[in-house]
């Protein structure tokens, strides 16, 4: 019994002591959100699956030349042989690209994945046009519906309405619009929640992303399965 911790104990220190190598992640789809203007910080999501659970995310970089926008999707791998289970492990990274001027952009993804990104010219300077609830969370219903909930931060904002813009592919961006009621603005953490059915008729894909505008700039994003 002593033996046997004692190996085990030398090969876990191993393994912490090993250097992981760098490889490029198993990327399998990229999602491109619609309805972004220039006002905008623009997000993509990329998913893929790992083939055991022995590799692991390492990081993504983003590379921005005139109209072309080069995303690397990095994973690590350990450099010693050990015995992982064979078993898909998805991922999902959401990749942050910035403000961008008005037009068409080509995302090239690992060099494997590619789509052209179109982002329109905003017709105001506003940092963004509309004030959106802070969602953390997408919880599927029945015939197509969901439920969004998230926070307002302040009483002098309220619900107006949620517009939703297809890709026409495998996308609906979900805009949860407030309003501004009052100038007195005090913080103030309220939960909030929204239903809204949404129709998947346009998506071409078994595998759909919901991509939710936040208040802080961000996006919550959840894939679907719409065979289920």
């Known amino acids: 019994m002593k033996t046997s911790l004692t190996l085990t104990a030398l090969f876990l220190s191993q393994l912490a002591f090993a250097q992981p190598e760098v490889i490029p992640a198993p990327v399998k789809h990229l999602y491109i959100p619609d309805g972004f ?17 022995c590799l692991s995310r390492n990081d993504v970089q983003v590379t921005i030349h005139e109209d072309n926008i080069d995303v690397r999707v990095t994973a690590l791998m350990p450099d010693q042989k050990i015995n992982c289970p064979d078993m ?16 068409d952009y080509k995302i090239t993804v690992n060099e494997k994945l590619k789509e052209t ?20 969370n997408v919880e599927k219903k029945a015939n197509g519906k969901f439920v969004l909930h998230g926070w307002r931060y302040s009483n002098c904002v309220e619900f107006d ?10 996308t609906l961006s979900v805009l949860p619009i407030m309003k501004q009621v009052s100038d007195f603005c005090p913080m103030k953490m309220m939960p909030v929640s929204f239903e809204v059915k ?8 078994d595998e759909a992303l919901i991509h939710v505008r936040t208040m802080d700039g961000k996006s919550f994003n959840s894939i679907v399965n719409l065979q289920e």
């Open 37 to 53: 203007d220039s006002n905008d910080s623009v997000e993509v999501v990329v998913t893929g699956n790992f083939p055991n659970p």
């Open 88 to 103: 898909m492990v998805p991922f999902k990274e959401v990749v942050s690209i910035g403000n961008l001027q008005g037009g």
């Open 117 to 136: 990104l179109t982002v329109v010219e905003s017709s105001s300077n506003a940092i963004d046009e509309h004030l959106y609830a802070a969602i953390d």
């Open 161 to 170: 309405k949620v517009e939703v813009i297809s890709n026409n592919k495998d």
């Open 198 to 205: 949404l129709d998947f008729r346009d998506v071409k894909v």
